[in-house]
């Protein structure tokens, strides 16, 4: 399959007080056509600012800082802004996480979603206004007509979210980048855009990275999976390979505290039992362990653990950053 | 066994105003008539998602909320006629955790103080030497280092955040902590450590807990039983074993379908339930499931359905299942 997107070594720094934040250190994955890329991580990991990065959004003072985004073949980053612009909302859209702040008060939700035809001169203003309510239609909002002419306080947070879609739909993007699209959602709710994110990109031939801190809102989506800790990607792999081995120990680790349910559908027992969590905490960006991120949490750490950082290495269809499959020479062990 | 714990009939309705001067135009019914016991050392909890009314129903029985109507009796006291200086008392025996372990803690008091306080204010051991002696056994049995009391909450990371909050809540070693979605702004490894943390402390104390969350992965790790609320009524109680394995209320299934579980290999059967929950304000007549609701029957728009027990134990509130007496009210 084609590939739509491919980032290679990108690098956003933010300057602080305790010094240099490294939220995307050294991240290369890519996205390929039609596919849905899951990226995973903690609160903190720079799974956002990666998002953000695609589109060199970066909030200042932060910005990247090395790196290669190709998309359909261009790199991204050595375009002028201007040119830039053409493929923000029109080629890659983003979806943000937060429902309520993500619209303006004080427009209605269907110009909102029309504006991006209009700016980016796709259509004249009523024609992309009768756009906006097909596009609702289209994220199963009923009575379309009418609440096009609503404000965003007039919705609920589910509808807001259906809003946003349409909006990031609206230009006919081929690359859509969701950054949390239903965290801030009740489970019913999240179900359902969830559901309705896998139709839209079968329809619309979308390709879709997925940002998610949720491991089950991945597994039904992702075809693919990325897992970030501390800055860097640890260990990428097919959906089903990754859930049924994961390789990277954080993985292993991640997967084994979360609680599912168990025992209600498996019948396993389930119920009432300690969960196998990971020791200490996500550690701070700015005050990072030496060696590998994550080596004062691990199980399995060595002692080239402390000294060396991991480089993302291939194992077999996929890739992990780990001294317990390559050497700190890149050998396989 | 007898209740530690019993409400009755519960109540809380928010005034809607529309202006500063204007009258009251209507009535947020967040708890509307809630009934729950828990018994000594057990675990309820109290699930539902935004607006179901859950985390005012915690406020109502510490009394952060005066209910508008019902009873809260814990061991054999209603807390409702209580004087606040004798509530103040009862406070020692019921404690709570807050969610955001950030927003919780007074950022200008060092940890110890903090621990400290509920010491100091209820005037327990002899000295203040003692009560440091407390408050570091209290740092130590949550997973904390003594040595870290003097710190402010802010070095602190969240889940370190939230055992302090747990130390806080411990330390007049109280019978019923309400624990108001304790661990849902952690993160998911450190989420697995609190989950740990809260059922070791039962086991050691015998300490109850009103489990209030949204997530029923969660829930099923803690709970020995399960109330699930929708717009301010219980839909179903029943034990653990039943709620998950043998979910009457259609809403109950829905929640449980909804949960995305990690297995890719997995093809989840799932009805969708349409449309955003009604608002609290204008809670639909009849079942105030059934805008939602995929198996609804004539009844259900017309006739609220009473909670029924429907087996030992387990309690629906739904018009397909009629209770053992016959057909359901009406």
């Known amino acids: ?333 | 066994m007898s209740a530690l714990l019993e409400v009755g009939d519960l109540k809380k309705h928010f005034p809607i105003r529309r202006g500063m001067l204007s009258g009251v135009s209507g009535w947020v019914r967040a708890v509307d008539g809630v009934s729950l016991r828990i018994a000594p050392g057990e675990t309820l909890a109290l699930v539902g998602e935004s607006g179901s009314g859950k985390t005012t129903t915690g406020r109502c029985i510490l009394r952060l909320l005066e209910p508008t109507s019902g009873s809260v009796v814990f061991d054999g006291v209603d807390l409702l006629a209580l004087k606040p200086r004798a509530m103040r008392r009862m406070r020692r025996q019921v404690q709570v955790i807050f969610q955001d372990p950030y927003g919780s803690l007074n950022p200008r008091m060092r940890v110890g103080t903090i621990v400290r306080e509920p010491l100091d204010i209820h005037r327990i051991g002899a000295s203040r030497r003692e009560r440091d002696d407390m408050v570091a056994a209290l740092l130590r049995r949550v997973g904390l280092d003594p040595s870290m009391k003097d710190r402010y909450p802010h070095e602190f990371s969240g889940g370190q955040r939230q055992r302090i909050g747990v130390a806080r809540a411990l330390a007049l070693k109280p019978r019923l902590i309400v624990a108001d979605e304790p661990v849902s702004a952690l993160d998911v490894s450190v989420q697995a450590q609190v989950i740990n943390l809260l059922m070791d402390l039962q086991d050691e104390f015998g300490i109850a807990y009103l489990f209030i969350a949204h997530d029923l992965a969660v829930v099923e790790r803690i709970a020995d039983r399960v109330a699930v609320m929708y717009l301010g009524r219980i839909a179903e109680v029943g034990t653990r074993e039943e709620i998950f394995r043998n979910p009457l209320h259609p809403y109950t299934r829905a929640l449980l379908q909804a949960i995305p579980i990690p297995d890719p290999t997995r093809a989840r059967e799932r009805a969708v339930l349409r449309g955003d929950p009604p608002s609290p304000a204008q809670p639909p007549p009849g079942c105030r499931f059934h805008t939602r609701c995929p198996s609804v029957i004539e009844a259900c728009p017309r006739v609220e359905p009473p909670l029924l027990e429907v087996t030992p134990g387990h309690w629906v509130a739904c018009h397909l299942y009629p209770g053992p007496g016959g057909a359901s009210g009406g």
């Open chain 1, 1 to 333: 399959m084609p590939r739509i997107l491919e980032v290679t070594d990108l690098s956003a720094h933010f300057p602080s007080e305790a010094g240099v934040v490294r939220a995307v250190d050294r991240v290369s994955f890519h996205v390929d056509e039609g596919e849905t890329l899951g990226l995973v991580g903690e609160s903190g990991c720079g799974k956002s600012i990666t998002a953000l990065s695609i589109v060199r959004l970066v909030p200042p003072p932060g910005r990247i800082v090395s790196g290669r985004i190709v998309y359909k073949g261009t790199d991204l980053m050595t375009l002028p802004e201007r040119r830039m612009r053409r493929y923000r909302g029109r080629e890659i859209a983003l979806i943000f996480q937060e429902p309520s702040t993500a619209l303006n008060p004080v427009f209605t939700v269907g110009y909102q979603i029309a504006e991006g035809l209009i700016v980016h001169g796709i259509m004249k203003k009523k024609e992309a206004l009768r756009e906006a309510v097909r596009l609702m239609e289209l994220v199963r909002i009923a009575d379309a007509g009418r609440r096009a002419r609503e404000y965003p306080h007039q919705m609920s947070g589910g509808m807001r979210q259906r809003v946003l879609i349409a909006m990031a739909l609206a230009c006919r993007p081929s690359l859509l980048v969701a950054d949390e699209p239903t965290t801030a959602l009740d489970v019913t709710l999240q179900a359902e855009i969830l559901d309705m994110l896998r139709v839209l990109k079968r329809d619309l031939r979308l390709s879709l990275l997925l940002i998610s801190h949720n491991l089950g809102v991945i597994a039904e989506t992702a075809d693919r999976v990325a897992v970030m800790y501390a800055g860097r990607i640890v260990e990428e792999a097919g959906a089903r390979p990754l859930f049924a081995s994961p390789k990277h120990p954080y993985t292993a680790g991640l997967l084994r505290s979360m609680p599912r349910l168990g025992g209600a559908e498996t019948g396993s027992g389930g119920g009432r039992r300690r969960l196998p969590a990971i020791e200490g905490n996500v550690p701070d960006l700015a005050r990072l362990p030496s060696g590998c991120a994550f080596h004062p949490r691990c199980p399995d750490v060595m002692a080239e653990c402390r000294v060396h950082t991991p480089g993302l290495l291939p194992l077999g269809d996929g890739a992990v950053a780990c001294f317990k499959h390559h050497d700190p020479g890149g050998r396989p062990r």
